[in-house]
């Protein structure tokens, strides 16, 4: 197990080991020189590791280019070796460093062109761009680490030295013998390796369980937080189990059953807290039979009410002995009080322990090997003054301490015994019970004050004035910086009163060596005391000008200070005694103190003095304080201690126990201990030889001497009785020790669960339970107390308490019965409460809050394994595409025999199709029509559908089908229809199939035929046999390369995806060309190069030999030689032709007679530079190798065949952002003129494929039809089929509908229709549950679930058309496994790169990987497209909203219903009762309900309603509920009827600006304003002076606003409304439909006048935040947000393409962020309008100019040059998601003078901007290298 530990720990070195090798630029020979050759093997692997570089020469030279000198860099001296061993090293990262680059000489430049920024020449740089830039990081950052080198090498030890390889020593072999056999406690020093035998005990019972094949489960108790973290790490590196660890803060306490039951099933050892324990015990979440192994360290602890005590007394003791667990024990004194008084004493403390955890102790006998392993420090004793008292200061500020208390008791609702209790309570946790709520929530401003001037008095007494001056500036600072000063009125409470303590305490230290500037209190920047300690120590060291030598003033100075008053003789003593350690080498130290307050300031106190600049301090304090630390940063303190970034630890008694700190070789007790137990822990602290334990004692007080002597003689009475074991079984009473402590009526157990609540935890659980309720900051939720005494003539004194619940809990009042103590009637009443809220339903049988139904998902998009959740948008899976069941037919398998008489009934429909508008292009007009047969009749509602096919830009095309009639075919005939069927799909969908080996599948049986044109009354004669016939019969078969493209016919898999998909095929040739890779057989493709004797070798084109010339053809008589035959001139208008050179398939438009091959071949458009071809002859043979033997003929004017498209989508609207053609560009048609005899006559017609090509999306479009009308006849009820099939189209279809508007809709009627039903079901769950409830119903994870469970999936149309991924009958798709399918917004005209007159490039962008979208696919199957979780939920509410549409309410009920959702609808049906509220008379006296109902223009006949509507959680029951589940129900059916109104009257909006609307219209911040402008505001009931103060300056916002003409923000104003208005809109809305009996109608009567003026599209105003992102995306610019926070106002400053251009300040983020980013908008809407008129003025030629030098431009000068096209490289990508920077090279492979050397653009916020800015370098050196 061990080896395995260490292996694991040598692969995490190893890694690191890499990145630091990676990025040492000294570690590598400069590669720049010599380039190494790495095999192509190498070069195929790619890796995105950004680690691994090409190193660079120490010195980067820099050189400007040279006109004179040559282009290429000689070589220097030292480039000509390169070590054998470091050039494999190099060849190994090379492996790994070709992040995509599939060229390998790319990586092996000698260096790189760049522009410098000052001089904005063109200068070469050697070496790699990436080492140089690594280098210059590197150097910034050994200045800035210089001082640090130490301490880096110091961590990088520290692994070694925190888990060194222990052997177990002897003894702990011994106390592991006797625990494996019995329950034992380990009595040993610290730092004898306690832990060490708890793991080999983990071990040993782990190996014991295993042989009978069961799970150990070991729970691993400690007593405080810090050893949760510490012990699990320990337990994790020596066993290599699966460790858990568990603490409050991790949030446990809100875990469930299920969540834990996780744990206990993958974890073997948990680490926890006892609470934890205790409270997952409480609840019954595991039973105490389920673990088998129990260990507790620092045990001593289980004494009274301890939850280790409470654990061993509820559930060890009652659980059945044979059930039990084993328990372990660890403790460095088994007794933990002040001392024991004697040996008998001492037996009877060990004996209760050991009954209490049924165990026995064990110690060692010979002490001899303890201490050659456990060094014990040298114990001094330093004595000092008794400090003398400041009575007037004490005097005063405990004056102030009762002025703070009366105050509070005159403004509170508190009984004056509670504030006994609180005043009289020292004790933290007393005072927390009797206020309710931890102090940390500063929720009581008068309790918390108490607490710092009770802190600032003790620091007062026992440091001195300055010491609590210091405390008192610290407390004071601390609330200054709170975020929450603006709206808490009890911070302005404590703020005043600490104002004038500090006035009161303030002195300055300023005699001496300090100079006064440095230690005057008043300029010192004091942190937050309730912040990160470390850091404001480090920034507080003094500088070296302050230090003094050896200490020579330090008496001079605290002797003053001391004399005065502001400093104790105690602080002196302990300055002394550091002293002496000045010179110590590798000194450590920790001082313990008792109190929080002293641990604070002692550092504060160190870095004042110069003297003390050896010191390095920090404060260590626990977790059960206000001035709490968080575990990390107690965890990054100890790591500082460690290395020595630290030297001198403040430390409270968080650090005596267990705290693993091996380097102290100090450890002074400033404050002595209080037990023998924490006297032996912090000396065990102490851990090397030669230690000293210094205890500091006040001179002449006889309690310090008494104590140090009883601890010595108490830890030897401990040892020896532990050995030897005194006999008490001669006293009374030991018996009873055992006995468990549950007594009847003590507790309360929920029989189904076992959970249980007890006296000892129900205080506790009602507390919890409080705080889970809904609330919000101005009402901070707990329970309150009243306790009553009742005096009874000659009997004892009883109390009772009253419990009061906040208003949203289920019941608010409770009487507890009468009991002995105060304490004891607030535990009997809240047990009570307990067991009466699960009764009400209000806990769940586990006792714990009732959240809902399984509240654990929310929020959450992964699950534990990182996997995204069900239902989410990352969330995707492959699903089988749906077909109708209608489309089915066995009937299609037929047709293989010739049976005359064997006759099918099919039905025909004929495509009919109508253009609309107008075009040039006249073969839009030549197209031939088609019928579609069926096997069966298909329904009405597809016949009645008129689709629109975007067929150009300025013409749609509506397609309809016509019922031709039923028609018989015969079995001949059906061979024939099949075998054109084929032949015309494998043409227009490119797929090489032959007939009469396709394979057909019955699931999709219809084909496509042609119809002649005359008219019949028998459909038969409609079809147009003839051509049918000529198809299938001709010749032209034979020839692969009319058959299918040369891509599909040789199977190279380079065949693009889809229609309109970018060229990657092209790209991939492209780049294997580039890599000087063999020529492919099929390059030529699509512009691309080839030769045209490859293709011949390969058998596509007939062999051409001149001897073998026929005789000229004679011209006259019109023939032309093509390249397999001779052809009449006229025969060959309307074909179509194969370029046999390239395989490329065209329209044949004219034969020119005025052009010949011996014709000059034109010029590039723009080119104006010399001829590179004189002829078209000269072109064919120097690109292609064909010599033309009929240059004579005349050549053929033609035009690209184009893929298959998608007509769905309107192709030609929103170019915006794409690099297609813009919708300015008028419509262009591309010629190209071929030679003849280079041309094969294609045997199908041209309008016979124009047509054709339309006939995939029509085919789409019915499919998805008939899956709509299926669906709609499974639902059966009465709504328009098109309707569905829109609920069931996505917008990623991007066809003319979606369903996004239908889902709004739906959204908000499914949310009103669940939450109608909750609200009125459970009339006793608070909001809270309700909204959670509502969560598990309508969640898109449930919506999901249904939507699978009805088989969705298989109708929704998610992914737009792609014909080459459509499955046509008897044409499957080919699918390229190599390459992804890219999206791509238009089609490109297909045009002939080379022959073309002008054309146009489509640039690939690279290989990016790309997320799937809906219905994008990686594999090659047909039939599945991939969909999201959310999709599928989407498609449940867009059902919804289309029913509710078409049918109203009863028809969306039906479809919810149908769907799964199991509510009842109809309000009869739901036995739900509103009981008149019983509102108090006084209450309803005070409410002036005339106004109120005034503005509202509506009377209640149930005023209660109206009271509960506006009654906030702060303001005191009384009898009245809040508004909260009146506001749940309100804020349902708002959503609704405002949606509701905005989906009817803008019928026409899209469905982005309809989410915008609704939006706006539908948000607190809308709602608050319109409260506000009908004065609702002023009848809001709370109870909470801090809200009062943001309604009042919320008010003065609106009126400001309301008074600007126009002005109407619906929510976008300057002024953040408090959430309460909105709130108390959304409550009335609920009173209302309440109080008219559950109508809408009524609540909208009501609503609408008030919401007037509505939101309209006109005046919908954009959230800034939003309008700047959308401005930065269109202009390609990087945008940065940076949030500060100063004091309490947030500053936040935006950065556009890394320049400042706003920046705002508000107490709120949000805000602030919203006018930071309007100020950023008008200032750069300034700044465009001053460029636009500069732009005016100057002359625009040079900028137009240097625009032009672009990729477009580079990719002409490769074509036109016959170079391979230029290779783009992201050679960094930086920055946050939001501003991200992207840094391109290029390069390219010159045919006169081999590769370029990278050129590195500028880093830009585009990848279209970053390789333009590449391009432009290139092109100037290119226009270097050739002019």
């Given at each position: 197990?061990?080896?395995?530990?260490?292996?694991?720990?040598?692969?995490?070195?190893?890694s690191?080991?890499w990145?630091?090798a990676?990025?040492?630029d000294?570690?590598?020979?400069d590669?720049?020189?010599?380039?190494?050759?790495?095999?192509?093997?190498?070069?195929?692997?790619?890796?995105n590791?950004?680690?691994?570089?090409?190193?660079?020469?120490?010195?980067?030279?820099?050189?400007?280019?040279?006109?004179?000198s040559?282009?290429?860099?000689?070589?220097?001296?030292?480039?000509?070796?390169?070590?054998?061993?470091?050039?494999?090293?190099?060849?190994?990262?090379?492996?790994?460093?070709?992040?995509?680059?599939?060229?390998?000489?790319?990586?092996?430049?000698?260096g790189?062109?760049?522009?410098?920024?000052t001089?904005?020449?063109?200068?070469?740089?050697?070496?790699?761009?990436?080492?140089?830039?690594?280098?210059?990081?590197?150097?910034?950052?050994e200045?800035?680490?210089?001082?640090?080198?130490?301490?880096?090498?110091?961590?990088?030890?520290?692994?070694?030295?925190?888990?060194?390889?222990?052997?177990?020593?002897?003894?702990?072999?011994?106390?592991l013998?006797?625990?494996?056999?019995?329950?034992?406690i380990?009595?040993?020093?610290?730092?004898?390796?306690?832990?060490?035998?708890?793991?080999?005990?983990?071990?040993?019972?782990?190996?014991?369980?295993?042989?009978?094949?069961?799970?150990?489960?070991?729970?691993?108790?400690?007593?405080?937080?810090?050893l949760?973290?510490?012990?699990?790490?320990?337990?994790?590196?020596?066993?290599?189990?699966?460790?858990?660890?568990?603490?409050?803060?991790?949030?446990?306490?809100?875990w469930?059953?299920?969540?834990?039951?996780?744990?206990?099933?993958?974890?073997?050892?948990?680490?926890?807290?006892?609470?934890?324990?205790?409270?997952?015990?409480?609840?019954?979440?595991?039973?105490?039979?389920?673990?088998?192994?129990l260990?507790?360290?620092?045990?001593?602890?289980?004494?009274?009410?301890?939850?280790?005590?409470?654990v061993?007394?509820?559930?060890?003791h009652t659980?059945?002995?044979?059930?039990?667990?084993?328990?372990?024990?660890?403790?460095?004194?088994?007794?933990?009080?002040?001392?024991?008084?004697s040996?008998?004493?001492?037996?009877?403390?060990?004996?209760n322990?050991?009954?209490?955890?049924?165990?026995?102790?064990?110690?060692?006998?010979?002490r001899?090997?303890?201490?050659?392993?456990?060094?014990?420090?040298?114990?001094?004793?330093?004595?000092?003054?008794?400090?003398s008292?400041?009575?007037?200061?004490?005097e005063?500020?405990?004056?102030?301490?009762?002025?703070?208390?009366?105050?509070?008791?005159?403004?509170?609702?508190?009984?004056?015994w509670q504030?006994?209790?609180?005043?009289?309570?020292?004790?933290?946790?007393?005072?927390?019970?009797?206020?309710?709520?931890s102090?940390?929530?500063?929720?009581?401003?008068?309790?918390?004050?108490?607490?710092?001037?009770?802190?600032?008095?003790?620091?007062?007494?026992?440091?001195?004035?300055?010491?609590?001056?210091?405390?008192?500036?610290?407390?004071?600072?601390?609330?200054?910086?709170?975020?929450?000063?603006?709206?808490?009125?009890?911070?302005?409470f404590?703020?005043?009163?600490?104002?004038?303590?500090?006035?009161?305490?303030?002195?300055?230290?300023?005699?001496?060596?300090?100079?006064?500037?440095?230690?005057t209190?008043?300029?010192?920047?004091?942190?937050?005391?309730?912040?990160?300690?470390?850091?404001?120590?480090?920034?507080?060291?003094?500088?070296?000008?302050?230090?003094?030598?050896?200490?020579e003033?330090?008496?001079?100075?605290?002797?003053?200070?001391?004399?005065?008053?502001?400093?104790?003789?105690?602080?002196?003593?302990?300055?002394?005694?550091l002293?002496?350690?000045?010179?110590?080498?590798?000194?450590?130290?920790?001082?313990?103190?008792?109190?929080?307050?002293a641990?604070?300031?002692?550092?504060?106190?160190?870095?004042?003095?110069?003297?003390?600049?050896?010191?390095?301090?920090?404060?260590?304090?626990?977790?059960?304080?206000?001035?709490?630390?968080?575990?990390?940063?107690m965890?990054?303190?100890?790591?500082?201690?460690?290395?020595?970034?630290v030297t001198?630890?403040v430390?409270?008694?968080?650090a005596?126990?267990?705290?693993?700190?091996?380097?102290?070789?100090?450890?002074?007790?400033?404050?002595?201990?209080k037990?023998?137990?924490?006297?032996?822990?912090?000396?065990?602290?102490?851990?090397?030889?030669?230690?000293?334990?210094?205890?500091?004692?006040?001179?002449?007080?006889?309690?310090?001497?008494?104590f140090?002597?009883?601890?010595r003689?108490?830890?030897?009475?401990?040892?020896k009785?532990a050995?030897?074991?005194?006999?008490?079984?001669?006293?009374?009473?030991?018996?009873?020790?055992n006995?468990?402590?549950?007594v009847?009526?003590?507790?309360?157990?929920?029989?189904?669960?076992?959970?249980?609540v007890?006296?000892?935890?129900a205080?506790?659980?009602?507390?919890?339970?409080?705080?889970?309720?809904?609330?919000?900051?101005?009402?901070i939720?707990?329970?309150?107390?009243?306790i009553?005494?009742?005096?009874?003539?000659?009997?004892?004194?009883?109390y009772?308490?009253?419990?009061?619940?906040?208003?949203?809990?289920?019941?608010?009042?409770?009487?507890?019965?009468?009991?002995?103590?105060?304490?004891?009637?607030?535990?009997?009443?809240?047990?009570?409460?307990?067991?009466?809220?699960?009764?009400?339903?209000?806990?769940?049988?586990?006792?714990?809050?009732?959240?809902?139904?399984g509240?654990?998902?929310?929020?959450?998009?992964q699950?534990?394994?990182?996997?995204?959740?069900?239902?989410?948008?990352?969330?995707?899976?492959?699903?089988?595409?749906?077909?109708?069941?209608i489309?089915q037919?066995e009937?299609?398998?037929?047709?293989k025999?010739?049976?005359?008489s064997?006759?099918?009934?099919?039905?025909?429909?004929?495509?009919?199709?109508?253009?609309?508008?107008?075009?040039?292009?006249?073969?839009?007009?030549?197209?031939?029509?088609?019928?579609?047969?069926?096997?069966?009749?298909?329904?009405?509602?597809?016949?009645?559908?008129?689709?629109?096919?975007?067929i150009?830009?300025?013409?749609?095309t509506?397609?309809s089908?016509?019922?031709?009639?039923?028609?018989?075919?015969?079995?001949?005939q059906?061979?024939?229809?099949?075998?054109?069927?084929?032949r015309?799909?494998?043409?227009?969908l490119?797929?090489d199939?032959?007939?009469?080996?396709?394979?057909?599948?019955?699931?999709?049986?219809?084909?496509?035929?042609?119809?002649?044109?005359?008219?019949?009354?028998?459909?038969?004669?409609?079809?147009?046999?003839?051509?049918?016939?000529?198809?299938?019969?001709?010749?032209?078969?034979?020839?692969?390369?009319?058959?299918?493209?040369?891509?599909?016919y040789?199977?190279?898999?380079?065949?693009?995806?889809?229609?309109?998909?970018?060229?990657?095929?092209?790209?991939?040739?492209?780049?294997?060309?580039?890599?000087?890779?063999?020529?492919?057989?099929?390059?030529?493709?699509?512009?691309?190069?080839?030769?045209?004797d490859?293709?011949?070798?390969?058998?596509?084109?007939?062999?051409?030999?001149a001897?073998?010339?026929?005789s000229?053809?004679?011209?006259?008589?019109?023939?032309?030689?093509?390249?397999?035959?001779?052809?009449?001139?006229?025969?060959?208008?309307?074909?179509?032709?194969?370029?046999?050179?390239?395989?490329?398939?065209?329209y044949?438009?004219?034969?020119r007679?005025?052009?010949?091959?011996?014709?000059?071949?034109?010029?590039?458009?723009?080119?104006?530079?010399?001829l590179?071809?004189?002829?078209?002859?000269?072109?064919y043979?120097?690109?292609?190798?064909?010599?033309?033997?009929?240059?004579?003929?005349p050549?053929?004017?033609?035009?690209?065949?184009?893929?298959?498209?998608?007509?769905?989508?309107?192709?030609?609207?929103?170019?915006?952002?794409?690099?297609?053609?813009?919708?300015?560009?008028?419509?262009?048609?591309?010629?190209?003129?071929?030679?003849?005899?280079?041309?094969?006559?294609?045997?199908?017609?041209?309008?016979?494929?124009?047509g054709?090509?339309?006939?995939?999306?029509?085919?789409?479009?019915?499919?998805?039809?008939?899956?709509?009308?299926q669906?709609?006849?499974?639902i059966?009820?009465?709504?328009?089929?098109s309707?569905?099939?829109?609920?069931?189209?996505?917008?990623?279809?991007?066809?003319t509908?979606?369903?996004e508007?239908?889902?709004?809709?739906g959204?908000?009627?499914?949310?009103?229709?669940?939450?109608r039903?909750?609200?009125?079901?459970?009339?006793?769950?608070?909001?809270?549950q309700?909204?959670?409830?509502?969560?598990?119903?309508?969640?898109?994870?449930?919506?999901?679930?249904?939507?699978?469970?009805?088989?969705?999936?298989?109708?929704?149309?998610a992914?737009?058309?792609?014909?080459?991924?459509?499955?046509?009958?008897?044409?499957?798709?080919?699918?390229?496994?190599?390459?992804k399918?890219?999206?791509?917004?238009?089609?490109?005209?297909?045009?002939?790169?080379?022959?073309?007159?002008?054309?146009?490039?489509?640039?690939?962008?690279?290989?990016?990987?790309?997320?799937?979208e809906d219905g994008?696919?990686?594999?090659?199957?047909?039939s599945?497209?991939?969909?999201?979780?959310?999709t599928?939920?989407?498609?449940v509410?867009?059902?919804?909203?289309?029913?509710?549409?078409?049918?109203?309410?009863?028809a969306?009920?039906?479809?919810?219903?149908?769907?799964?959702?199991?509510?009842?609808?109809?309000?009869?049906?739901?036995?739900?009762?509103?009981k008149?509220?019983?509102?108090?008379?006084?209450?309803?006296?005070?409410?002036?309900?005339?106004?109120?109902?005034?503005?509202l223009?509506?009377?209640?006949?149930d005023?209660?309603?109206?009271?509960?509507?506006?009654?906030?959680?702060?303001?005191?029951?009384?009898?009245?509920s809040?508004?909260?589940?009146?506001?749940?129900?309100?804020?349902?059916?708002?959503?609704?009827?405002?949606?509701r109104?905005l989906?009817?009257?803008?019928?026409?909006?899209?469905?982005?600006?309809?989410?915008?609307?609704?939006?706006?219209?539908?948000?607190?911040?809308?709602?608050?304003?319109?409260?506000?402008?009908?004065?609702?505001?002023?009848?809001?009931?709370?109870?909470?002076?801090?809200?009062?103060?943001?309604?009042?300056?919320?008010?003065?916002?609106?009126?400001?606003?309301?008074?600007?003409?126009?002005?109407?923000?619906?929510?976008?104003?300057?002024?953040?409304?408090?959430?309460?208005?909105?709130?108390?809109?959304?409550?009335?809305?609920?009173?209302?439909?309440?109080d008219?009996?559950?109508?809408?109608?009524?609540?909208?009567?009501?609503?609408?006048?008030?919401?007037?003026?509505?939101?309209?599209?006109?005046?919908?105003?954009?959230h800034?935040?939003?309008?700047?992102q959308?401005?930065?995306?269109?202009?390609?610019?990087?945008?940065?947000?940076?949030a500060t926070?100063?004091?309490?106002?947030?500053?936040?400053?935006?950065?556009?393409?890394g320049?400042?251009?706003?920046?705002?300040?508000?107490?709120?983020?949000?805000?602030?962020?919203?006018?930071?980013?309007?100020?950023?908008?008008?200032?750069?809407?300034?700044?465009?309008s001053?460029?636009?008129?500069?732009?005016?003025?100057?002359?625009?030629?040079?900028?137009?100019?240097?625009?032009?030098?672009?990729?477009?431009?580079?990719?002409?000068?490769?074509?036109?040059?016959?170079?391979?096209?230029?290779?783009?490289q992201?050679?960094?990508?930086?920055?946050?998601?939001?501003?991200?920077?992207?840094?391109?090279?290029?390069?390219?492979?010159t045919?006169?003078?081999?590769?370029?050397?990278?050129?590195?653009?500028d880093?830009?916020?585009s990848?279209?901007?970053?390789?333009?800015?590449?391009?432009?370098?290139?092109?100037?050196?290119?226009?270097?290298?050739?002019?």
């Open positions: 197990m061990d080896d395995e530990v260490r292996d694991s720990g040598n692969a995490d070195v190893r690191s080991y990145l630091d990676c990025e040492d000294d570690y590598f020979v590669l720049g020189a010599n380039t190494t050759v790495v095999p192509e093997s190498y070069s195929q692997q790619v890796s590791d950004p680690c691994f570089f090409d190193g660079s020469e120490p010195s980067k030279k820099r050189r400007v280019w040279d006109r004179t040559g282009r290429k860099r000689r070589r220097g001296p030292d480039d000509t070796e390169m070590d054998v061993r470091v050039r494999d090293q190099v060849r190994r990262r090379e492996r790994y460093n070709s992040c995509s680059w599939k060229d390998r000489e790319f990586r092996e430049a000698k790189f062109w760049e522009r410098d920024k001089t904005n020449e063109l200068i070469f740089q050697v070496g790699s761009w990436e080492s140089c830039r690594n280098r210059k990081e590197k150097l910034n950052n200045k800035i680490n210089k001082g640090d080198e130490d301490l880096e090498e110091n961590k990088v030890d520290e692994p070694k030295e925190k888990l060194p390889e222990e052997q177990a020593r002897q003894y702990q072999l011994d106390v013998e006797q625990a494996k056999s019995r329950n034992t380990a009595f040993l020093e610290t730092g004898a390796g306690k832990t060490l035998i708890a793991v080999l005990l983990i071990k040993s019972i782990s190996v014991e369980l295993q042989k009978q094949n069961k799970k150990l489960l070991a729970v691993f108790l400690v007593p405080k937080v810090p949760v973290y510490q012990q699990a790490e320990v337990i994790r590196e020596r066993t290599g189990y699966q460790v858990g660890h568990y603490c409050g803060e991790m949030g446990q306490d809100f469930d059953a299920r969540r834990w039951q996780r744990e206990f099933e993958s974890k073997q050892v948990l680490v926890m807290t006892a609470q934890i324990l205790l409270n997952i015990l409480r609840h019954s979440i595991v039973k105490m039979e389920a673990i088998n192994l260990i507790l360290d620092e045990c001593h602890h289980a004494v009274k009410k301890h939850p280790y005590s409470l061993m007394s509820e559930f060890y659980t059945p002995k044979e059930k039990r667990p084993s328990v372990f024990g660890m403790t460095a004194s088994p007794v933990n009080l002040k001392g024991v008084s040996q008998v004493d001492c037996a009877v403390k060990i004996r322990l050991e009954s209490k955890l049924d165990s026995v102790v064990c110690t060692i006998k010979d001899k090997e303890l201490e050659k392993h456990v060094p014990m420090p040298s114990e001094v004793v330093v004595e000092y003054d008794k400090a008292s400041l009575w007037s200061l004490h005063k500020i405990k004056l102030m301490e009762q002025t703070v208390e009366e105050a509070a008791r005159s403004s509170s609702r508190r009984s004056k504030f006994m209790g609180a005043r009289d309570a020292g004790a933290k946790e007393e005072l927390r019970q009797v206020y309710g709520v102090e940390r929530t500063e929720s009581d401003g008068a309790a918390n004050l108490i607490q710092k001037l009770r802190a600032i008095n003790y620091a007062l007494g026992e440091l001195g004035q300055w010491c609590a001056y210091k405390v008192a500036h610290a407390f004071l600072t601390a609330l200054q910086n709170d975020e929450r000063a603006n709206y808490q009125l009890d911070i302005k404590q703020e005043s009163y600490l104002i004038t303590v500090v006035s009161l305490l303030q002195c300055n230290l300023s005699e001496g060596a300090i100079s006064e500037n440095n230690a209190g008043s300029d010192m920047d004091d942190a937050s005391v309730n912040g990160n300690v470390p850091d404001e120590l480090e920034e507080g060291e003094l500088t070296t000008s302050h230090i003094v030598s050896g200490g003033h330090v008496d001079v100075i605290i002797g003053a200070a001391v004399a005065d008053g502001k400093v104790t003789p105690k602080v002196q003593s302990l300055i002394k005694i002293l002496k350690y000045q010179h110590t080498e590798d000194f450590r130290a920790i001082i313990f103190v008792e109190r929080v307050v641990a604070l300031v002692l550092p504060k106190v160190f870095m004042e003095l110069p003297s003390l600049s050896f010191v390095k301090s920090a404060s260590l304090i626990g977790h059960n304080n206000s001035q709490e630390m968080r575990t990390s940063q965890q990054d303190t100890i790591a500082r201690f460690r290395d020595g970034r001198v630890l430390a409270t008694s968080v005596e126990e267990g705290l693993d700190i091996r380097q102290c070789n100090v450890v002074i007790r400033f404050d002595l201990a037990t023998v137990l924490a006297y032996i822990q912090s000396r065990g602290r102490a851990r090397k030889p030669g230690s000293d334990y210094i205890l500091m004692v006040e001179r002449e007080n006889l309690s310090h001497v008494a140090l002597k009883n601890a003689n108490s830890e030897e009475t401990l040892r009785e050995i030897e074991r005194t006999d008490i079984s001669h006293l009374k009473d030991t018996c009873g020790i006995s468990g402590e549950a009847d009526g003590t507790m309360y157990q929920v029989k189904s669960t076992g959970a249980v007890s006296l000892n935890s205080v506790g659980l009602v507390h919890f339970y409080c705080s889970q309720l809904p609330s919000d900051r101005y009402s939720l707990h329970p309150e107390f009243t009553k005494r009742h005096e009874t003539p000659g009997g004892p004194m009883e009772s308490c009253e419990l009061q619940l906040p208003c949203n809990a289920p019941f608010e009042k409770l009487e507890g019965p009468p009991c002995k103590s105060m304490r004891l009637a607030q535990q009997a009443v809240c047990l009570a409460a307990c067991k009466k809220l699960h009764e009400m339903g209000a806990f769940t049988d586990m006792l714990l809050p009732d959240k809902g139904i509240a654990e998902t929310d929020k959450v998009e699950n534990d394994e990182g996997d995204p959740l069900p239902g989410t948008a990352r969330h995707r899976e492959f699903y089988p595409e749906g077909v109708a069941d489309l037919g009937w299609i398998l037929s047709g025999g010739c049976e005359e064997k006759i099918f009934n099919l039905y025909m429909y004929s495509v009919k199709c109508e253009n609309a508008g107008f075009s040039k292009d006249l073969l839009l007009n030549q197209v031939s029509e088609f019928a579609i047969v069926f096997g069966a009749e298909l329904d009405a509602e597809v016949l009645s559908m008129s689709m629109d096919l975007f150009a830009r300025a013409v749609i509506k397609a089908l016509v019922y031709e009639g039923l028609t018989e075919i015969r079995e001949t059906l061979t024939l229809l099949k075998s054109f069927h084929v015309l799909m494998s043409i227009v490119d797929v199939v032959e007939p009469s080996s396709t394979p057909w599948d019955t699931a999709k049986a219809y084909l496509f035929v042609p119809l002649s044109g005359g008219k019949s009354t028998d459909p038969v004669h409609l079809i147009d046999w003839a051509l049918i016939d000529k198809v299938n019969k001709t010749d032209a078969w034979s020839n692969p390369l009319q058959r299918a493209r040369p891509d599909v040789l199977g190279t898999n380079e065949r693009t995806l889809g229609g309109d998909r970018r060229e990657y095929g092209f790209a991939k040739l492209r780049h294997g060309m580039a890599n000087e890779q063999k020529s492919h057989p099929t390059y030529g493709i699509r512009g691309a190069v080839a030769q045209f490859v293709v011949k070798a390969s058998g596509l084109a007939p062999h051409r030999d001897s073998r010339v026929p000229l053809v004679d011209l006259t008589n019109g023939k032309l030689m093509m390249a397999d035959s001779c052809i009449m001139v006229e025969d060959l208008g309307g074909k179509i032709v194969t370029a046999a050179h390239s395989g490329k398939r065209f044949v438009d004219s034969v007679f005025d052009m010949t091959a011996e014709n000059s071949f034109p010029r590039k458009e723009g080119y104006l530079g010399p590179e071809y004189s002829s078209y002859a000269e072109y043979k120097q690109k292609y190798g064909v010599e033309l033997i009929y240059r004579q003929q050549l053929i004017r033609a035009r690209g065949v184009s893929y298959c498209k998608n007509l769905l989508s309107p192709r030609f609207e929103h170019s915006d952002g794409h690099d297609g053609v813009s919708e300015e560009t008028p419509e262009k048609t591309y010629y190209v003129f071929l030679p003849p005899e280079l041309c094969f006559v294609h045997s199908l017609p041209g309008s016979l494929v124009r054709a090509q339309r006939l995939p999306s029509i085919m789409r479009r019915i499919e998805s039809m008939l899956l709509a009308v669906l709609k006849d499974i059966n009820y009465p709504v328009p089929a309707k569905i099939l829109e609920a069931l189209t996505a917008a990623s279809c991007q066809e509908f979606c369903y508007r239908a889902e709004l809709l959204d908000a009627y499914l949310k009103w229709v669940v939450s039903f909750l609200f009125l079901k459970y009339p006793q769950k608070h909001e809270g309700l909204t959670r409830m509502r969560q598990q119903m309508v969640s898109n994870m449930v919506l999901y679930r249904y939507a699978l469970n009805k088989g969705l999936q298989s109708y929704i149309q992914d737009r058309f792609a014909p080459s991924r459509w499955a046509s009958p008897g044409v499957l798709p080919v699918f390229d496994e190599d390459t399918d890219a999206d791509s917004s238009f089609f490109y005209e297909e045009i002939d790169s080379d022959e073309r007159l002008s054309r146009k490039i489509h640039d690939t962008d690279g290989y990016e990987d790309v997320e799937m994008e696919l990686e594999s090659d199957s047909s599945y497209r991939v969909l999201s979780g959310k599928l939920a989407d498609v509410e867009a059902l919804i909203g289309v029913y509710y549409v078409e049918g109203g309410k009863y969306a009920n039906h479809l919810m219903r149908w769907i799964g959702i199991d509510i009842d609808f109809d309000l009869k049906e739901i036995k739900y009762s509103v008149p509220s019983t509102v108090p008379e006084n209450i309803l006296r005070s409410i002036d309900f005339d106004s109120l109902e005034g503005s223009n509506c009377k209640f006949s005023r209660g309603l109206l009271v509960e509507a506006i009654t906030h959680a702060s303001r005191p029951s009384s009898g009245v809040c508004y909260q589940r009146l506001e749940f129900v309100g804020d349902a059916v708002l959503d609704h009827l405002i949606t109104y989906f009817f009257t803008y019928t026409d909006l899209p469905p982005g600006r309809l989410t915008d609307l609704r939006a706006a219209a539908v948000n607190n911040e809308n709602f608050a304003r319109v409260a506000v402008k009908h004065n609702l505001h002023t009848h809001l009931r709370h109870g909470s002076s801090a809200l009062e103060k943001q309604i009042r300056d919320f008010v003065k916002e609106v009126q400001n606003e309301l008074s600007k003409p126009g002005f109407n923000s619906f929510g976008l104003g300057d002024c953040k409304a408090p959430k309460v208005l909105g709130d108390i809109f959304e409550s009335i809305a609920g009173a209302i439909f309440l008219s009996g559950c109508v809408t109608a009524s609540v909208w009567k009501v609503f609408q006048p008030l919401l007037n003026p509505m939101v309209t599209p006109e005046t919908l105003p954009m800034p935040v939003r309008e700047l959308e401005r930065c995306q269109q202009q390609a610019e990087g945008l940065e947000y940076k926070r100063s004091g309490n106002l947030a500053i936040v400053e935006v950065y556009v393409d320049v400042q251009v706003g920046v705002a300040h508000n107490p709120q983020k949000k805000m602030a962020q919203k006018l930071a980013a309007r100020n950023a908008l008008v200032a750069l809407k300034e700044k465009e001053a460029e636009a008129k500069e732009s005016g003025e100057a002359d625009g030629k040079e900028k137009n100019g240097s625009q032009s030098f672009t990729r477009q431009t580079l990719n002409d000068i490769c074509l036109r040059r016959n170079w391979p096209m230029p290779i783009y992201c050679i960094h990508e930086g920055g946050p998601a939001h501003a991200k920077r992207f840094t391109f090279a290029v390069r390219v492979n045919s006169d003078r081999g590769w370029t050397d990278e050129c590195i653009g880093p830009m916020p990848v279209k901007k970053a390789k333009d800015s590449a391009a432009v370098l290139l092109l100037e050196l290119l226009n270097k290298w050739y002019t």
